[in-house]
């Protein structure tokens, strides 16, 4: 990718020895420019067009894209729109949610290794629908009750974390890390002792937010999912720059004019609603967050005005492509795609912690 | 600075409307505290300190480590709120700015400067610039300008495309007054500039401030621990003990003999450099006598 390419000649050229005075046309590459931004964005947009194609095309049953565009009436349509467009854009839409917040996150904690699975924020959101769902499944209203009892969770979760994360009013990377882990292992204990006392009926669907998937959705989940996800997508963009100045630490990014609790404040309550919304129609996704942000800003640079709309991008098009794995694998049995990510975010979340610990060591 | 206000909005400049007349008139108080007390938990690290930090002046902040020097200057950029007295920007509680009005005005550079991604040196200089610009806006031509003069002011112009984590302690050092300088203050406040350089760096840095303060009548604010070095650039000096003033005036005023035998507790030789005549500053060797002389000691 060019991004890449760019990013890393401006080191080499960087690591040239001191006193060679940088040309002028190198310059271009030591901050962000808008022409970056379109560039990174437009090469990311089309990987996203390509697997969400791709993703449409390909699945258990054999259908025709043209056939299915000629003709309405085609049983080929009929798969298409019915199933697996809404499937293709649910997974687009929980994809670039999880990816953004998990970005977020991490500036919000300054660590690389922050994302609402690890930290418990999914485990939480995924409890709170569990739980509304089975305490409101007589009432007409339960679909509207998930999300918010998601939500509700969540941002307990995140919270609880946060807070308890603190050590004399600073926050320790490793703490947050283990408290973290603690809660997601606390709330996955508790949704499977609800499991274990609810009829068989409820059985499936707790399995489902445990394993994370995409089977099914309707289109107003969909709707829902994708504008809870723009519209926080929209007001963290609109503290990106905030975002950056709090890479310098608390008081430091005060100093440069950022009122940092009101700013973490929007982000810990958009994270929550975009976790609570991602969880309650797909269930737990994990290393989504952790995989995307990670890869992006090593090849784009830590600038969250780029990297918020890259990880967008980037996460539709990771998560489209793990669902079209889960579908295709083992066709016609599916894989739950919350496996696949986990699978391919473990040894992921271990090397980061290992490359984070070696720099550790070296400062 | 002639093109400072041009990238304010109205209402800053509106703030400081009524305080520019007196700013602009040599050494007007551009940050004064006034009795201030602050500190940590139930303990005061900083006890009834009164001083002014003036336009076009250095004002050096020294004395034995945990005299409250740090916490003086958190006191003074608004970071930590005193628990009795009050802190004055323009001649007005700093309270009454909001956090992007104060930066517009006040650069604070750190003692230590941790940075949690791989921000570039010229992404770390031109975060000076957030608080002159809206949140949706990329930097303009004259931000860039701004920046780049900045990194050349510390030889770091070469260093623009490398991250920052790939720096030296110096060089990194240097970044951040960098970026205090892209903010173009009135005021800076500076915690242990000259910590983690070399000679001819700190013979640099305290000369290219004083160069500001002079030049663009920025107040500037240093705390530090070489004595000699405050005797050589500060305009005045402040001498701290256990949170309190020990002396407060210029140079050779505030740094005696006497004073500062008694604040560092060990004997103080003051004399004169023969080479320039500026003060130098000594310790005596009396440790071993002391405790010949002292068991308590």
Redesign the interface.
Known sequence: MSGAASRQT??S????E?????HPE??A??????ARVAAALAILGAILAATMLAALACGSAHLSLVTAMRDAASPDRAILMGVRMPRVMMGAAVGAALAVVGAALQ?LV???LAEGGILGISGGGAFGAVLAMILFSRFAGVDAIVPAAAFGAALFSTFAVYRLAQVDGRLEPLTLLLIGVIFNAFWGAAIMLINSVVNFYFTHSILFWLMGSFEAPTWREVAIVAALGLGGFAIL??????L??L???D??A??????VDPLRRTVFVVTSVMIGAAVSVSGIITFVGLIVPHVL?SML???H?LLLPAALLGGAAFTVAADLIARIAIAPAELPVGAITALCGGPFFIYVLRQEGR?AAV? | MADQATGETTDARAIRGDASECLSAPGEVALRAIKATAGYGGRAAVREVSIDVRRGELLAIVGPNGAGKSTLLRVLSGALTPWSGTVEMAGRPLGDYDRRAIARRMATVAQENPIAFRFTVMEVVLMGRAPHLGAWRFESARDLAIAREALDHFDLAPLAGRAIQELSGGERKRVFLARALAQRPEIALLDEPSAFLDMRHVAEIFGRFRELAERERIAVAATMHDLNAAALYADRVLLMKNGAAAGYGRPEEALTAERLSAVYDTEVYVGRNPATGALAILPIDAARRSRINNPRD
Not at chain 1, 29 to 34: E, K, R
């Open positions: 401006r080191r050229e960087g690591a040239g001191s006193g060679v005075s940088v190198a310059s590459h030591d901050y962000l420019t808008p500036a300054r660590n690389p963009m609109g503290r990106a720059r905030d950056n100045l890479s310098l630490g008081e430091e005060t100093h440069l004019g950022v009122e800003r640079g830590p600038d005005r720099r400062l």
